[in-house]
């Protein structure tokens, strides 16, 4: 199936959806300029084609995070090319509730492989739909903020949570106990 990419602005930045009739395949959150982010997407995305008005509802719910108006994600995600372990830890990430973290070791722990932190580190690395799969609401064991890759990094990530409501001071999050894991 062709791809397809929209780049539309939210408040902090340009944003990018890569997608097909299945759902959305990747999200590209704000850091990136608008040309950059096009060259980006068609360097990971080579002869998808650019569509500004598509994926209208993803677009807008994304917006709508960004202002504080949105607290979840309605629209399709594409999950088809992911491993059945790698599918497993996003469907329980996505259970974290808005404005609360979760660590590695509580992730590993639900996914039923308390030992397999590296594996669940690696998930995280390759989620390609960040906010609606929020990785940037897991933490290491003691509230630091730790493996964010995306343009922005960890300051992108405590801006995610300072968004949600969650302090962060020192790179470094309030974990409640039954939260770590």
């Known amino acids: 199936m062709n791809s397809r990419f929209s780049v539309f602005k939210v408040t902090p930045g340009w944003m990018g959806l890569v997608g097909n ?8 959150l704000p850091g990136l300029g608008k040309e950059a982010l096009r060259k980006r997407i068609g360097d990971e995305f080579p ?19 960004f ?3 949105r607290t979840h994600f309605e629209f399709p995600l594409e999950l088809s090319e992911v491993t059945p372990f790698r599918k497993r830890v996003y469907e329980i990430m996505a259970t974290i509730p808005y404005g609360e973290v979760r660590t590695y070791r509580w992730l ?16 995280n690395a390759h989620n390609r739909w960040p906010l609606a799969i929020p990785c940037h609401r897991v933490v290491g064991s003691t509230g630091q903020l730790t493996g964010f890759s995306a343009p922005g990094g960890l300051a992108l990530k405590a801006r ?4 949600e409501g969650i302090t962060v001071k020192n790179n470094r999050v309030p974990v409640k106990k039954g939260e770590r894991g």
Do not use: D
Request: without cysteine.
């Open 47 to 65: 002869g998808s084609k650019e569509q500004p008005g598509l994926f209208r509802q993803a677009r807008k719910e994304l917006g709508e995070y």
């Open 108 to 123: 590993a722990r639900m996914a039923g492989t308390p030992r397999a932190l590296r594996a669940v580190g690696g998930a």
């Open 67 to 69: 202002s504080g108006e």
């Open 21 to 28: 009739e299945r759902g959305i395949q990747r999200i590209y």
């Open 160 to 163: 995610l949570l300072e968004l």
